[in-house]
Each structure stands twice: as structure tokens, then as C-alpha cells.
């Protein structure tokens, strides 16, 4: 019975152990989330929009997979390591088996060995692909894994080094986030040049642009054609490279869409913009505008740190905004008679 609730205390304990390891990993570095479920939403949301907007939303899709791949640089760099510490230990102990190898006749010594290498590389791959798969396989990947990032903790220029990739996540979300509502604000104006008089009543979009004021050069560029350049010439006016911007312009454009709308109100997608601003304006330093912009418990003239749980946050708000965006950029596309989405 003694050994019994000595082994319940020491799993119970080495799972606690786990956990505060997993805690401490995680809170530096991002582990990406399986099978792109951060992406799942948006997929589901732009599956039937028709064409040129699902190459826009591919184009989205590309970017944050992209984006996901370089903030996680450092745990796929600890899982390689992992999987090679693991598979050079089966490779090594198969290597030994292969030396009891005899022979054939009229077999030279190099060819003998060139068949014992590859008999033991075979080995060694089978069993790697059978340990992998096993429960004994993960846990032992995801502790090595784990200690590994662990390990690099340790180093405090590696350490800062992570703050900086999730940073430059931050910076690559945004711009993923800006480069679809710009591209979607161009093809939908360019496809339906009308809608540009909702800007023009709307007293809050009109203030961004002057459609009364193209000037020739403009003109000229556009070889004094107009014709489905509504957009592209808007665009030159305004890069809705802000959320106030993209808001006034979306809520003008699509007064009555409710989830659009709230969608882009989202305080996640707001505190994402503050952030990209800092990082970018003031290499990340906090200055009072942002503490009392985002309510930010750090002090000002610090570094800010952006933990990857809310890397992924930023993500998904982002991806869940630019779908609506596309949604609703679809259903005028598709209705040659809307001007408004319901």
C-alpha cells in the first residue's frame, strides 16, 4: 500500500512539475495551434465567397500561416533538435545490431558495410516512425522539447530574442489584417464604383477623402479613364492603414451589418493596433499614450512584452474581422443592385 501512494504522489507530482514547465515554455514561446484550428473560423466564414475575393482571402490565409510558421521558428528548432537526440539513439544502438552481420560470399568489406548501414538505417526508421506514434513517443518528444526551450530561458539575449519574434508577430498580424482591408476596399469600389457615394454622405468617411480635388496628374496616370478605377484612385487618398480609418470607411460602406460592425470593435483588434503602432513608432517602449490607450499594467519606457497566448488572441480577432469584411464585400459583389449589406 506504501509504495502504491508513493507512486500517486511522485506521478502527481512530476505532472505538476510538467504543468508549471508547460506554463513557463508557453509563456514565452508559441506553440502552434494544431492543424491551423486558429484559422478554422475564417475558413468556415469565406468557404463560398466567389472570386476576386477568395483570392484575397487566400492571399490572408497564406499570410497568417506564414506568420504562425516564423513566431513558432523556435519550437519547431526544439522539436527537430528532440526527434534527432531520439532517432540518433535508435540509429546508434541499430548501427551496434548491424555489426553482428556475416558476409556473403564473394561480399567486399565496403559493400558489407554499405549493407549494414542501410539494414540499420531501415531499422532505425521503422522503429522512429512506431515510436513517434506511441504514447511513451510523445511524452518523451514533449519533455525534450520542452526542456530544450527551457534551456534557452536561461540565456537572457535568447530570452529577449523571443519578445522580439512575438513582437514581429504582432507587426505581421496587423499588416496581414491592413493589406486585406485595403485590397478588399479597392476591388469592391473598382467592381462597383457607386458605393463611393455612402463615403461621400457618411460625415465621418467623406473627411478622408477628396473625390472633388483628383487632381491631372492623377488623371493623366489613369490615362483620363476612370472606369473601374474608383478604388485603386480612393485608395491613393486613403491607405486605411489605421482602425479608425478602416471602421469609418466599413461602417459607411456597410451601414446596417451588424456583425461587421462589431467585429471591427472588438477590443482585442484595438489594443493589436496599439501595439503594432508602439512596436514600430517606438521599438516597443512604453509611453503613457499606450498605457492609458490600452490600460497596460506595465510602466512607462518599458519594453512590452506580448505573451504568445496573446499573439494568438490578436490572431484570431484579426482573422474573425477580416472575414466579415470579405463576407459582406461578397454579398454587394454578388448583388448588382445592393448598396447595403443586411
Known sequence: MLNSEQDVSSNSKAEKNLKALVRKVTGVFLVPP?????????NENTKDVPSPVKEIA????????????????PY????????????????????????KIDSEPNESETALEARRADTAKQIADDKM??????????????GDSLSFLDRSLKNQSLSESANELIL??????????????????????????????????????????ELAKISLETLATHGFNL??????????????????????????????????????????????SQRRNLVVHRRGLIDETYIKAVNCAQKHGEKIRVAPDELENHIEKASHAASWVLVASANILSSPNATTSG
Open 34 to 42: 494544431e492543424g491551423q484550428k486558429i484559422l478554422l473560423a475564417f
Open 58 to 73: 487566400d492571399a490572408f490565409h497564406a499570410n497568417i500561416v506564414g506568420l504562425l510558421s516564423t513566431v513558432s521558428f
Open 76 to 99: 519547431f528548432l526544439a522539436h527537430s533538435a528532440a526527434v534527432d537526440k531520439i532517432y540518433q539513439r535508435i540509429r546508434m544502438a541499430e548501427g551496434i545490431r548491424a555489426l
Open 129 to 142: 516512425a512506431e515510436f513517434v506514434q506511441s504514447s511513451e513517443g510523445r511524452n518523451d518528444l514533449i
Open 168 to 209: 514581429q508577430g504582432i507587426v505581421l498580424c496587423w499588416g496581414d489584417f491592413e493589406v486585406l482591408v485595403r485590397d478588399t476596399f479597392v476591388t469592391l469600389l473598382n467592381l462597383r464604383p457607386s458605393l463611393a457615394e455612402l463615403l461621400l454622405k457618411d460625415t465621418v468617411a467623406k473627411r478622408r477623402f
Open 227 to 272: 472606369s473601374g478605377k474608383m478604388g485603386t484612385i480612393l485608395s491613393e487618398q486613403q491607405d486605411l492603414s489605421d482602425l479608425h480609418s478602416i471602421k469609418a470607411v466599413y461602417e459607411a460602406l456597410f451601414p446596417n451589418d451588424s456583425k461587421l460592425r462589431s467585429a471591427l470593435s472588438e477590443t482585442d483588434l484595438r489594443v493589436l
